[in-house]
């Protein structure tokens, strides 16, 4: 395979990689080659290679396992649109200039509904925690948030964590768990009684309502989040690159 300019060897190896996966080539959950037989099957180096696949596990189309091997997201025709840390709410308030702050509204341990075993392939009836919190911009309710996350994946008792940290933060420190992708589903509706209340909206103001699943390295539900956003106190602006 003869690969050309003007595009940078990198880019090249980046839109064929990724063109395999979205042509079928590298199937849904598939291993790829060994990194040694890809790179010289394209004829570059290992470390141009590597460079040139940083930015699809990035993308989370490609899931690198420890010891085992890069494989492709078995989900990856549901990534329609990638927003890199868009779920970060945290940053997105403080990269706005203003103060980000939790409050705790409620946690709880209950037993799963079909959806929660659904989403989180978990048996019904499993134990979840459910936290429910509410993300501030300075003085201003911007965000209402629920996060569920099996109560199999903690290392400790789940009435000692620390509600008000990030959830990278809260599964990293107390599941153990690290976040390799999300899924987001995003619309736009009315707001229901609950969201009226506590982002203190008016009843026919509409919100973005955010619906998240996170997923590890192993390609496993960690946690989803339905989240209500209120567009119109704080302003989304994403920067994206384009090309590989």
């Not at 099957?41 to 596990?57: C, D, F, I």
């Not at 400790?156 to 589903?185: G, H, K, M």
């Not at 955010?210 to 390609?219: E, I, P, Q």
């Amino acid at each position: 395979m003869i690969l050309k300019r003007p595009q940078t060897i990198t880019s090249q190896v980046n839109s064929i990689l990724r063109k395999r996966i979205r042509d079928g080539a590298y199937a849904p959950g598939s291993k790829l080659p060994s990194e040694s037989d890809l790179a010289a099957e394209l004829g570059v180096s290992r470390a141009t290679l590597r460079q040139a696949m940083t930015s699809l596990v990035s993308e989370g189309m490609l899931l690198p396992r420890q010891g085992d091997g890069t494989y492709v997201n078995r989900r990856v025709f549901e990534i329609s649109t990638r927003l890199e840390s868009f779920w970060s709410f945290t940053h997105m308030i403080e990269n706005s200039g203003r103060k980000c702050t939790i409050h705790v509204l409620s946690t709880q341990v209950l037993p799963a509904g079909q959806r929660e075993s659904d989403v989180l392939e978990i048996a019904p009836e499993e134990p979840i925690y459910v936290m429910e919190r509410l993300f501030f911009a300075d003085e201003q309710p911007v965000i209402l948030s629920t996060n569920i996350i099996p109560v199999a994946f903690f290392s400790i008792a789940p009435e000692c964590c620390d509600a008000r940290v990030p959830l990278n933060v809260f599964l990293e420190t107390y599941c153990d768990q690290w976040i390799a992708y999300s899924t987001s589903d995003i619309r736009s509706a009315l707001p229901a009684p609950q969201a009226v209340e506590r982002l203190q909206l008016d009843s026919d103001e509409p919100l973005l309502t955010f619906f998240d699943v996170f997923y590890n390295r192993a390609d496993q539900p960690v946690a989803f989040g339905l989240n209500n956003y209120a567009d119109k106190r704080l302003n989304m602006r994403l920067v994206r690159a384009w090309g590989a």
